[in-house]
T-cell receptor
């Protein structure tokens, strides 16, 4: 089944403890992206990647890192999480001609930083 | 900077009513626009994608239109049902920027 898989679904951590949220897609998509969703603010893009080893900042990149070493995986790294990073996170992917192709989303990761 | 606006922010209608959700964008050089549905605390389900060369897309009781010149897309829901209650989001696929969504409640 074609899908975008995020792990974990739920994560509770403490301030300053490094964490990684994984994202994997099995559709051979070139474009991948991370969003965070907060009440009243909607979905905001954190980072995106047009292809392997190519990543760019979105609207809210501060406090986050990403890597794209292989096509299928696009992990989101929080080196030193803070409470303001408590949010619902979504990973998305799209085929190479992303300007004419739909976005596919993972099921989300709910992160709580205490 | 591209802005995507969805009006209204919330909408409550009785079951059976036809309704229209609006999505406005400032970058008229659009490649495509996609509509999603999101249930509370859940992921996003793709409903329709309209490419820039198209004016409409239909799926069941849903019809989405795109007017590039005015920077607008509308999502029409016919004969609404309580199961349609959700938040509806549009995304301008040039820069993957989302609107804030319309929260729809359909009352039995």
């Amino acid at each position: 089944e074609a899908q975008v898989t995020q792990n974990p679904r739920y994560l509770i951590t403490v301030t300053g403890k490094k964490l990684t949220v994984t994202c994997s897609q099995n559709m051979n998509h070139e474009y991948m992206s991370w969003y965070r969703q907060d009440p009243g603010l909607g979905l905001r893009q954190i980072y995106y990647s047009m292809n392997v080893e190519v990543t760019d900042k979105g609207d809210v990149p501060e406090g986050y890192k990403v890597s794209r070493k292989e096509k299928r995986n696009f992990p989101l790294i929080l080196e030193s999480p803070s409470p303001n990073q408590t949010s619902l996170y979504f990973c998305a992917s799209s085929p190479g001609d992303s300007f004419n192709s739909p976005l596919h989303f993972g099921n989300g990761t709910r992160l709580t930083v205490t | 900077k591209q802005e995507v606006t969805q009006i209204p922010a919330a909408l409550s209608v009785p079951e059976g009513e036809n309704l229209v959700l609006n999505c406005s964008f400032t970058d008229s050089a659009i490649y495509n626009l996609q509509w999603f549905r999101q249930d509370p605390g859940k992921g996003l389900t793709s409903l329709l994608l309209i490419q820039s060369s198209q004016r409409e897309q239909t799926s069941g009781r849903l019809n989405a239109s795109l007017d590039k010149s005015s920077g607008r897309s509308t999502l029409y829901i016919a004969a609404s049902q309580p199961g349609d209650s959700a938040t509806y989001l549009c995304v301008h696929n040039n820069d993957m920027r989302f609107g804030a969504g319309t929260r729809l409640t359909v009352k039995p």
